[in-house]
């Protein structure tokens, strides 16, 4: 299996612009997580999805963060607009319906200037 | 609230044992989990104890105590390629849905 697949995997971009984060899940796999990791806050979970129904938001930042899952093999992170304190590495996972074990993509590394 | 206690760093010789405590709050618990991530990486799964006791997988064992809400994770014959964040996580239900992590714990493995 190809593991969970990120794009991109770096951007850079300018406060104010619209950013859009990718994810690829494992194949068969029916949840799956956004995190956001910074040094100061660490890893935190901004959302998941459960069966393609977005299930807890409570760690999305405000509203200029939003995430879509479309279907079982595709979602997005979109942030607009976006802030130098956006800054972080963003990394999806995906799991099945087993509680204890979550699979990392190797993440999106955002810096917004 | 829900919250892990973690040592930020430790530092051990290549060989040596060492020991990565967690201790955690939550209003519920059902079980804790360990990820190891390389220098900005992913994370990646180690183990997971639903149980109190020792689970071992090689030269990795973690262990649980839920009287305590306490666990460990221990590392043996520690390598150079061992130098890494390990983080503890917890699952707020039981459900497959959200974690909580640690803030994660550094170790430097040296030779």
């Known amino acids: 299996d190809a593991g969970v697949i990120q794009s991109p995997r770096h951007e850079v971009t300018e406060m104010g612009q619209e950013v859009t984060l990718r994810c690829k899940p494992i194949s068969g796999h029916n949840s799956l997580f956004w995190y956001r990791q910074t040094m100061m806050r660490g890893l935190e979970l901004l959302i998941y999805?459960?069966?393609?129904?977005?299930?807890?938001d409570s760690g999305m930042p405000e509203d200029r963060f939003s995430a879509k899952m479309p279907n079982a093999s595709f979602s997005t992170l979109k942030i607009q607009p976006s802030e130098p304190r956006d800054s972080a590495v963003y990394f999806c996972?995906?799991?099945?319906?087993?509680?204890?074990?979550?699979?990392f993509g190797p993440g999106t590394r955002l810096t917004v200037l | 609230g829900q919250s892990l206690e973690q040592p930020s760093e430790v530092t051990a010789v290549e060989g040596a044992i060492v020991q990565i405590n967690c201790t955690y709050q939550?209003?519920?618990?059902?079980?804790l989990s360990w990820y190891q991530q390389h220098d900005g990486g992913a994370p990646t799964f180690l183990s997971y104890?639903?149980?109190?006791g020792l689970e071992e997988t090689g030269r990795f064992s973690s262990f649980l105590s839920r009287s305590d809400s306490y666990g460990y994770l221990l590392l043996q014959e520690l390598q150079m390629k061992d130098s890494a964040s390990y983080l503890c996580a917890v699952p707020l239900n039981n459900q497959g849905g959200k974690l909580i992590f640690g803030q994660g714990t550094e170790l430097s493995v040296k030779p």
């Open positions: 999805f459960n069966n393609n129904v977005p299930i807890d």
């Open positions: 939550t209003s519920g618990f059902y079980g």
């Open positions: 996972a995906s799991s099945s319906s087993r509680a204890d074990t979550q699979y």
């Open positions: 104890n639903a149980l109190d």
